[in-house]
């Protein structure tokens, strides 16, 4: 019996997984593209050697699979045959330099839900997903009309075929980069020139099936290409959202999955990505999984401080970070006379897709990189989830007053504006005192702030800087540092630096904070502080591979950073490739990254 591949996942970004496949040395990158007109295997990853695809049907013995896909097109008329019939009865074969074995797929009765129910369809993949994380590759044929492919790879699909191209070439179907034409509407633009450069379109000759099914392949491979590189990026789902404009099933299926109804996305999402902006251009938008995680553990996870006892509600800016922003500039200069004002207030901004960020976490992801268009109206689940995170806050803090300054505060808080109460707090919305007296919201403000500032406790500015500092770090790695009497904020260019004794414990970076070793020592025999990855005893170097690894603690998902260490001390910090429960299992791949390693 010949050896099989094995599967490798290299890549969790919410409902996304990809991987590749392994046999002794060789390595074959997904997804890939199955082009059943010549059994080649098409890809987009640069790292993939010349594969060689060979299948066996029922036991007949081997076959080259374009013969057998020639016969099934001469057999029948275009419309006789629905996307991926008969696929389900051949196992394939990859070949890689005379190293051939078996590929394992899940395929059985999915390719039929492409047409029927693709809600039904993302369902199975998620319980697939959440029995076996590392499941062999799901391949469903027929998939590469626009836009399955795209929001099928996005949904953790990673084997395709031309099936479906093929058999709309024989229909007259031309395919675009996004949709696609008959083939008697290119005359009407001037050819099919006009829209593709492809060496079948520059020639100008009549679109025949056989050329049609040449150029439909060419697309299907650029498509694959491009969603690939975004994939990369961590921008396939910005890429798919793009296209699922006319395609309600296929919103619809991603919604069952985003939403958390087909399964919990939270553990799979990224707390952390080099991107430049997460950009909210569709209601849908709201549901991003990184989003969803950040209001997750905002609502359980951050305590504001025990001394500040005013919760102060800020509106947001188009500037990121909020600090930055003329808007926020504003108003410090106009509260500049009252001393410690920050000390005592709770800074929180009101914003979507994120419902509020408390200031502390300003400079993380995804708050520092977000980018929403303004309109000023509001829709009913961005003010629910608005209210719901700063009910959250205001019930883990200790505050006698909360104090709104957003000019839609009445959107948000209509009943506590005019009861003057929210949850046992007082609560006053400055806009509509400063309309009631005629004076300026800015004023107002200042004096609102002055009357209810009077008797509570403050602290110093740097003391006060250090301590929202340490909250970030508390959020961001679980750490809590206690001895602020030792520590010290460094400004740099970069992003700000905590030191501690004069040595650098963390950089307070845009994205995030990264601790050093000096950091992690502190801590290391500190209980179960931080989010903890326990190995086995060596020097951990590039990338930590779960059969190196002991314990994990802490809510970890991919993205965040991590101490890793023997029981007795750290070794490095890393960053989290695949979920936390993942770690300790036979999960072939990366668990971590290193970002620095003792020496």
Same mark, same amino acid.
């Given at each position: 019996?010949?050896?099989?591949?094995?599967?490798?996942?290299?890549?969790?970004?919410?409902?996304?997984?990809?991987?590749?496949?392994?046999?002794?040395?060789?390595?074959?990158?997904?997804?890939?593209?199955?082009?059943?007109?010549?059994?080649?295997?098409?890809?987009?990853?640069?790292?993939?050697?010349?594969?060689?695809?060979?299948?066996?049907?029922?036991?007949?013995?081997?076959?080259?699979?374009?013969?057998?896909?020639?016969?099934?097109?001469?057999?029948?008329?275009?419309?006789?045959?629905?996307?991926?019939?008969?696929?389900?009865?051949?196992?394939?074969?990859?070949?890689?330099?005379?190293?051939?074995?078996?590929?394992?797929?899940?395929?059985?009765?999915?390719?039929?839900?492409?047409?029927?129910?693709?809600?039904?369809?993302?369902?199975?993949?998620?319980?697939?997903?959440?029995?076996?994380?590392?499941?062999?590759?799901?391949?469903?044929?027929?998939?590469?009309?626009?836009?399955?492919?795209?929001?099928?790879?996005?949904?953790?699909?990673?084997?395709?075929?031309?099936?479906?191209?093929?058999?709309?070439?024989?229909?007259?179907?031309?395919?675009?980069?996004?949709?696609?034409?008959?083939?008697?509407?290119?005359?009407?633009?001037?050819?099919?020139?006009?829209?593709?450069?492809?060496?079948?379109?520059?020639?100008?000759?009549?679109?025949?099936?056989?050329?049609?099914?040449?150029?439909?392949?060419?697309?299907?491979?650029?498509?694959?290409?491009?969603?690939?590189?975004?994939?990369?990026?961590?921008?396939?789902?910005?890429?798919?959202?793009?296209?699922?404009?006319?395609?309600?099933?296929?919103?619809?299926?991603?919604?069952?999955?985003?939403?958390?109804?087909?399964?919990?996305?939270?553990?799979?999402?990224?707390?952390?990505?080099?991107?430049?902006?997460?950009?909210?251009?569709?209601?849908?938008?709201?549901?991003?999984?990184?989003?969803?995680?950040?209001?997750?553990?905002?609502?359980?996870?951050?305590?504001?401080?025990?001394?500040?006892?005013?919760?102060?509600?800020?509106?947001?800016?188009?500037?990121?970070?909020?600090?930055?922003?003329?808007?926020?500039?504003?108003?410090?200069?106009?509260?500049?006379?009252?001393?410690?004002?920050?000390?005592?207030?709770?800074?929180?901004?009101?914003?979507?897709?994120?419902?509020?960020?408390?200031?502390?976490?300003?400079?993380?992801?995804?708050?520092?990189?977000?980018?929403?268009?303004?309109?000023?109206?509001?829709?009913?689940?961005?003010?629910?989830?608005? *209210?719901? +995170?700063?009910?959250?806050?205001?019930? %883990? =803090?200790?505050?006698?007053?909360?104090?709104?300054?957003?000019?839609? @505060? $009445?959107?948000?808080?209509?009943?506590?504006?005019?009861?003057?109460?929210?949850?046992?707090?007082?609560?006053?919305?400055?806009?509509?005192?400063?309309?009631?007296?005629?004076?300026?919201?800015?004023?107002?403000?200042?004096?609102?702030?002055?009357?209810?500032?009077?008797?509570?406790?403050?602290?110093?500015?740097?003391?006060?800087?250090?301590?929202?500092?340490?909250?970030?770090?508390?959020?961001?790695?679980?750490?809590?540092?206690?001895?602020?009497?030792?520590?010290?904020?460094?400004?740099?260019?970069?992003?700000?630096?905590?030191?501690?004794?004069?040595?650098?414990?963390?950089?307070?970076?845009?994205?995030?904070?990264?601790?050093?070793?000096?950091?992690?020592?502190?801590?290391?025999?500190?209980?179960?502080?931080?989010? *903890?990855? +326990?190995?086995?005893?060596?020097?951990? %170097? =590039?990338?930590?591979?779960?059969?190196?690894?002991?314990?994990?603690? @802490? $809510?970890?998902?991919?993205?965040?950073?991590?101490?890793?260490?023997?029981?007795?001390?750290?070794?490095?910090?890393?960053?989290?490739?695949?979920?936390?429960?993942?770690?300790?299992?036979?999960?072939?791949?990366?668990?971590?990254?290193?970002?620095?390693?003792?020496?």
């Amino acid at each position: 019996m010949e050896e099989e591949w094995s599967y490798r996942l290299d890549i969790i970004d919410g409902p996304t997984r990809c991987g590749q496949l392994e046999k002794g040395d060789a390595r074959v990158h997904l997804p890939f593209l199955l082009d059943l007109s010549r059994g080649e295997v098409l890809h987009p990853s640069p790292g993939n050697a010349k594969v060689e695809l060979r299948f066996t049907r029922n036991g007949d013995g081997e076959n080259d699979l374009s013969g057998k896909v020639k016969q099934r097109l001469d057999r029948i008329d275009a419309g006789g045959l629905s996307p991926g019939v008969g696929a389900m009865e051949n196992e394939l074969f990859l070949e890689v330099d005379g190293s051939r074995g078996r590929i394992p797929l899940i395929s059985e009765r999915l390719s039929s839900m492409l047409l029927d129910d693709p809600r039904e369809l993302s369902r199975i993949i998620m319980s697939l997903r959440e029995k076996a994380p590392a499941h062999p590759p799901i391949f469903i044929p027929g998939a590469g009309g626009s836009p399955d492919m795209e929001v099928l790879l996005y949904l953790g699909v990673e084997v395709f075929d031309t099936s479906r191209a093929l058999l709309d070439a024989a229909s007259g179907t031309y395919y675009l980069q996004n949709g696609e034409l008959n083939t008697r509407e290119l005359e009407r633009i001037g050819g099919p020139s006009v829209l593709c450069s492809c060496s079948i379109c520059r020639t100008g000759a009549e679109m025949d099936p056989g050329r049609l099914s040449e150029h439909n392949i060419g697309m299907l491979r650029r498509r694959l290409s491009l969603a690939y590189l975004k994939l990369k990026e961590g921008r396939l789902r910005e890429h798919v959202m793009g296209l699922l404009s006319g395609h309600p099933e296929w919103v619809s299926a991603v919604r069952f999955v985003e939403g958390g109804t087909a399964w919990d996305v939270l553990p799979w999402s990224r707390s952390f990505r080099k991107v430049g902006k997460a950009a909210v251009t569709y209601r849908d938008d709201l549901s991003n999984p990184d989003f969803r995680l950040f209001r997750h553990r905002v609502r359980t996870n951050f305590t504001p401080l025990e001394h500040r006892k005013l919760l102060l509600l800020l509106p947001c800016s188009a500037r990121k970070p909020y600090s930055l922003s003329r808007t926020h500039r504003t108003i410090a200069s106009g509260l500049h006379r009252l001393k410690s004002w920050k000390s005592v207030c709770q800074r929180l901004v009101v914003t979507s897709p994120l419902g509020a960020v408390p200031m502390e976490l300003e400079t993380s992801y995804p708050a520092a990189h977000y980018d929403i268009p303004v309109t000023g109206d509001w829709f009913h689940d961005e003010v629910t989830m608005t *209210r719901d +995170i700063v009910s959250a806050v205001l019930s %883990r =803090g200790d505050f006698d007053t909360v104090v709104c300054f957003h000019g839609e @505060g $009445d959107r948000f808080f209509p009943e506590e504006g005019e009861s003057g109460s929210m949850m046992g707090s007082s609560f006053i919305n400055v806009h509509i005192e400063a309309e009631r007296k005629g004076a300026k919201p800015l004023d107002e403000l200042r004096h609102i702030l002055e009357r209810e500032m009077n008797g509570k406790e403050t602290v110093p500015p740097r003391d006060n800087d250090i301590l929202e500092k340490l909250k970030l770090i508390e959020f961001s790695l679980g750490i809590r540092l206690e001895n602020r009497e030792k520590l010290k904020i460094k400004r740099a260019p970069s992003g700000d630096l905590l030191l501690g004794n004069g040595r650098k414990l963390a950089d307070l970076k845009i994205g995030g904070p990264v601790p050093t070793l000096e950091l992690a020592n502190m801590v290391w025999n500190d209980g179960e502080q931080g989010r *903890r990855v +326990i190995i086995e005893d060596f020097i951990p %170097r =590039g990338t930590i591979f779960n059969q190196g690894i002991i314990s994990v603690s @802490g $809510d970890i998902v991919p993205g965040d950073v991590v101490l890793v260490g023997t029981e007795d001390a750290p070794k490095a910090v890393g960053r989290a490739l695949v979920p936390g429960s993942l770690m300790r299992t036979d999960l072939r791949g990366g668990a971590v990254r290193v970002i620095a390693h003792v020496r």
